[in-house]
């Protein structure tokens, strides 16, 4: 069990964290990071914050799928076992749309 004081403070740095690659004021707990005008050179950003301030090593699919700070905070709060991530197969025979 996450301790509940530790996630709150995990989540509000997050939330700091992604007003700063926003260049925006503050996030909210709950602010889609998409929704707010981020782009995938933002969420590459974003990862590399994340990862330094936390000692983690997520992947900017993770930070895409869950898009707020109170989605992230688990995986980053100290502590957390971050599961790994499956890569996904893009293969395309060739000739084929």
Do not use: W, Y
């Not at 709150?8 to 503050?26: F, N």
């Not at 602010?31 to 969420?43: C, E, I, K, N, V």
């Amino acid at each position: 069990m996450l301790d509940p004081d530790a996630l709150r403070r995990t989540r509000d740095d997050l939330a700091a964290h992604i007003a700063h690659v926003l260049g925006a004021e503050r996030a909210g707990p709950d602010d889609d990071f998409f929704d707010q005008g981020a782009d995938s050179l933002t969420a590459l950003r974003l990862t590399a914050r994340i990862n330094a301030a936390f000692g983690r090593d997520l992947d900017v699919r993770t930070v895409a799928e869950r898009r707020t700070a109170r989605r992230l905070a688990p995986l980053c709060v100290s502590g957390a076992v971050v599961p790994p991530t499956t890569p996904t197969s893009r293969s395309m025979t060739k000739g084929t749309r």
